[in-house]
């Protein structure tokens, strides 16, 4: 079995409220042992930090690996799916190259892209984070993923989503992508911004009750997780009192909801996505899109809504997860640790706070079967090397050039350069 001891290390476990100076060995998949003093040696590799921080791999909790940073979703419906998989498979590295080494998605664009690259990273085949595969995103007619209406029928195939119109639909479509081999059931309850036309702007709650509550029951049976984006104060509500345990967004949660959700704190976890509503409001502009007045004001008072929310939300010790809906066009793949930063810099969260919520909210979101997202015995193994301090720094996490090291399950994406490491006789 490989053994690998860091030395020399700052470390930030996941779950106390300090780094703490000590050593970490690793023994196959998993993390053995933490030691305030020296540990032994035996016939470990030693990689020596020299005062660099190991801390827990980071889970994005509202990934789309399939997301290609197009303007509008009919790119992505666009795309053929040969390209389509060369994307994902990309992006999958692309993002645990920048330290994510989980993936909770928050929807495939097309109906077995999650599946695939999932299932050939665990076969070792291309590398990339472990994945929670979701379905494309399934919503009601006329709501938020429904190209139809707008340009010509597309083939099933290349649908972006899954439009489903009752309850028994719903079921079908759940069953259906049970058979694909999926994790997550993502459904759109509420509606979003740029739909008030066909009545589902963000404060709609457009899926009914038994439509949800039947998507929840086929998650029952099959073992699967219901993701929901919700928005609207109804939707949060609605999901919560179905047993919906992933939350997106709640932009628009009012005190009932916030109650609702904190009365469920501990199994229910709430993904805001900072990143996209913030990166679309300040830095559109940089990709050639300007906001007429009236919708620069909505955007304001969305972004405003957000981050009152998710602060609530902080308080009230719900766990409230960095993901941001990175693979549109302003929010590009790649920069999701900028998440981690909106959360210190909008919304009140310390860095550490900030970086547990990535690490041990996120490996329990991510739902086992192992254990994951600290630095504890019996832990996955996944770690970063960081050059520096992000609890002085948290936007650090960013730049892939500070990662001197990336551990997914004992074994390294990113080795440390070899002047750090040393293989020693056993002492
Ligand atoms: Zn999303």
């Known amino acids: ?56 791999g980071l889970v994005e909790a509202h990934a789309h690996p399939s997301f290609t940073n197009a303007r509008d979703l009919h790119e992505f419906a666009r795309l053929p799916v040969e390209e389509h998989l060369l994307a994902t498979i990309e992006n999958a590295r692309l993002l645990l190259d920048h330290g994510f080494t989980s993936l909770f998605s928050a929807a495939a664009a097309k109906p077995r892209l999650d599946v695939v690259v999932r299932n050939a990273i665990e076969a070792g085949r291309i590398p990339g984070p472990r994945l929670r595969a979701a379905t494309q995103e399934m919503t009601p007619s006329g ?16 649908r972006f989503a899954v439009t489903c119109d009752s309850p028994d639909a719903f079921r079908a479509a759940c069953r259906r992508a049970a058979r694909e081999g999926v994790d997550t059931f993502k459904v759109n309850v509420s509606g979003d911004r740029g739909f008030e036309e066909w009545g589902a702007g963000s404060a709609a709650t457009v899926m009914t009750e038994a439509e949800l509550a039947a998507v929840v029951e086929v ?11 919700a928005t609207s104060a109804g ?48 830095e559109a502009q940089d990709y050639g899109v300007r ?31 960095p993901g941001g809906d990175y693979g549109l066009f302003c929010n590009p793949q790649g920069r999701n640790a900028r998440d981690l930063e909106h959360f210190v810099k909008l919304l009140g969260f310390s860095p ?7 690490t041990r909210h996120g490996g329990a979101l ?16 996944d770690l970063l090397l960081v050059d520096g301090d992000p609890l002085a720094d948290i ?33």
């Not at 053994?3 to 100076?21: C, H, K, M, N, S």
């Not at 305030?36 to 035996?42: F, Q």
């Open 291 to 321: 906001h007429d007045e009236a919708t620069r004001r909505k955007l304001e008072s969305e972004l405003e809504s957000i981050v009152h929310n998710a602060s609530a939300m902080r308080r009230r010790g719900i766990r409230v997860l």
């Open 235 to 282: 939707a949060v509500k609605l999901s919560l009192r179905c047993g919906v345990e992933v939350i997106y967004h709640a932009a628009l949660a009012d005190e009932e909801a916030l109650d609702l959700l904190e009365s469920k704190r501990d199994c229910v976890f709430v993904a805001p996505t900072v990143g996209f509503p913030y990166t679309l409001l300040h």
């Open 143 to 158: 709501n938020l993923g429904d190209l139809d209406t707008i340009e010509l029928t597309l083939p099933p195939q290349v």
């Open 1 to 56: 079995m490989s053994r690998v001891l860091f030395t020399d290390v700052r470390i930030i476990d996941g779950e106390a409220a300090e780094a703490y100076p000590g050593e970490v060995l690793v023994e196959g998949e998993w993390i053995a042992a933490i030691g305030r003093g020296r540990l032994a040696r035996d016939d470990a590799e030693v990689v020596a930090g020299n005062g660099a921080t190991l801390m827990p």
């Open 352 to 358: 550490m706070e900030a970086i547990q919520a990535a």
């Open 366 to 381: 991510m739902g086992g079967p192992d254990a994951l997202g600290c630095i504890k015995a019996g832990h996955l193994a």
């Open 219 to 229: 998650a029952a049976a099959r073992g699967k997780r219901v993701a929901a984006h």
């Open 395 to 427: 936007a650090i996490l960013q730049d892939p050039a500070r990662l001197i090291a990336i551990m997914k399950g004992g074994v390294f994406h990113k080795p440390p350069p070899t002047r750090l490491t040393q293989r020693l006789a056993a002492e």
